[in-house]
């Protein structure tokens, strides 16, 4: 039994030690959008359970970006790397926590190479823990090329997989896609830059739905249920897309792409605007064409499966739930359907809508203008207290240098 939680059946995984600094790198679509958003959700219930999600917002995408250099956007005007103050600021509160366990969590950790790693662990200290969570590969397959999509990416789904799935892959195709989803590469990685003894990797399971959550709160000692969060209303933004809503965004981007676009224009009124409303406001119709994998490309997946599988087993690396389950065959169908030409008409419409409420100003479902201003002045009151900490941080720096001794 559980002591910590009495009347509780047996932990997944005994609870990381006091103080411990987790950091969740993904990988990408293995839960990680649901766990990131319970835990802002409960970020101050988190913080008396003695774990502190730091920072404001939903993940710690921008530090975590801001650390490895990392450009945020497609290639091309408007992408940016956040600054290093992102991270600067992050560690100040990691430091300042000397009792509770510290939670940072952004999948974009995934792709760091063998010195970016060695970075972020030198940036934590030895109190740090590793945590990946995996799926099937062939699970991912789908709902990435439909990530990418969000990102701007003017591939067809076929033309996709052949790219990713060739031995070798052809690396200029969504190149993040390689780096952060060779599953034994990602935990060998961070065998090696945090120790084996340092690491955990969680087996998202469909059998076994609570598993992702038993694992977290089995780690960071928290109740049961504690990061189950049915208020979510099972996280409609990060739904996947029917046949026709992924050819109607595929046709915008082949229409915007070239035409001097900047990646924050996009982000603002598509991502944020349009593809928003999409995603949030409509459900697909019972009858509408779902994507499914071609046999061939099942196939592959399972094979890949198999490789990463005995990798994580030989990396000596913790491991919470059953490896097999990355290697399982799954089905394929003989041929993909014939590309859509047509989209149901409020498909059409909520991207039209959106995009034009974001142009506004008013986000994706035309908020009204005193709501706006509300958002506004929050804006403007977290961008100054932003640039006095930067100040001080200037500040404590310049005194330092001057107060070191010379020679």
């Given amino acids: 039994m559980d002591t910590a939680h009495p009347g509780r059946h ?18 990408p679509k293995t839960g990680t959008t649901a766990l990131q958003s319970t835990a802002q959700a409960r970020r101050e219930d988190l913080l008396a359970a003695g774990v502190r999600y730091p920072g404001g917002g939903v993940n710690h995408r921008e530090a975590v970006s801001a650390l490895m250099s990392r450009r945020w956007g497609w290639d091309g005007p408007g992408a940016v790397v956040p600054p290093l103050r992102h991270w600067e600021r992050l560690m100040g509160e990691v430091r300042a926590e000397t009792r509770r366990r510290v939670w940072i969590s952004h999948e974009f950790a995934a792709e760091a190479d063998d010195d970016t790693a060695a970075r972020f662990v030198e940036e934590l200290g030895d109190q740090i823990e590793v945590v990946v969570t995996l799926r099937p590969f062939a699970a991912v397959l789908v709902s990435s090329w439909q990530q990418y999509l969000k ?18 892959p052809e690396l200029k195709v969504t190149p993040s896609f390689h780096r952060r989803n060779d599953q034994a590469g ?19 399971d469909k059998g076994r739905p609570t598993q992702l959550t038993d694992a977290f709160e089995a780690l960071l000692d928290l109740p049961p249920g504690f990061l189950v969060d049915s208020s979510l209303g099972g996280l409609q933004a990060n739904r996947s897309m029917s046949s026709p809503e992924s050819e109607l965004m595929r046709q915008v981007n082949r229409a915007v792409k070239g ?7 996009y982000e603002a009124l598509l991502r944020e605007g349009g593809i928003a409303r999409l995603l949030q406001s409509r459900t697909p119709d019972a009858g509408e064409t779902l994507l499914q994998l071609p046999r061939w490309a099942a196939d592959r997946a399972a094979e890949l499966g198999r ?11 913790r491991v919470v739930g059953d490896l097999e389950v990355l290697a399982r065959p799954v089905a394929g169908e003989d041929r993909l359907p014939a590309r ?43 961008r100054t207290a932003e640039l006095v900490a930067e100040v001080a941080t200037r500040l404590r720096r310049a005194a330092g240098r001057r107060l070191r001794p010379r020679g």
Avoid: C, N
């Avoid at 047996?10 to 790198?25: E, K, S």
């Avoid at 409020?346 to 958002?375: I, P, W």
């Fill in 186 to 204: 990602v935990v060998g990685r961070w065998a090696a830059a945090a120790g084996a003894d340092h690491v955990t990797a969680v087996v998202v």
């Fill in 151 to 168: 990102g701007g990416t003017t591939h067809t789904f076929e033309r996709w997989l052949r790219a990713v799935l060739a031995d070798p």
């Fill in 10 to 27: 047996a932990r997944l995984t005994p609870p990381l030690p006091a103080g411990a600094r987790l950091l969740h790198i993904g990988l």
């Fill in 259 to 265: 035409q001097g676009v900047e990646w924050g224009q």
């Fill in 307 to 317: 490789r990463y599988a005995d990798g994580i087993a030989a990396s000596g690396v």
């Fill in 340 to 382: 859509t030409t047509t989209v149901p008409v409020e498909a059409a419409t909520a991207m039209v809508v959106g995009t034009l409420s974001a142009a506004l100003g008013r986000g994706a479902f035309l908020a009204d203008r005193a709501e706006r201003d509300r958002r506004d002045r929050r804006l403007r009151d977290v």
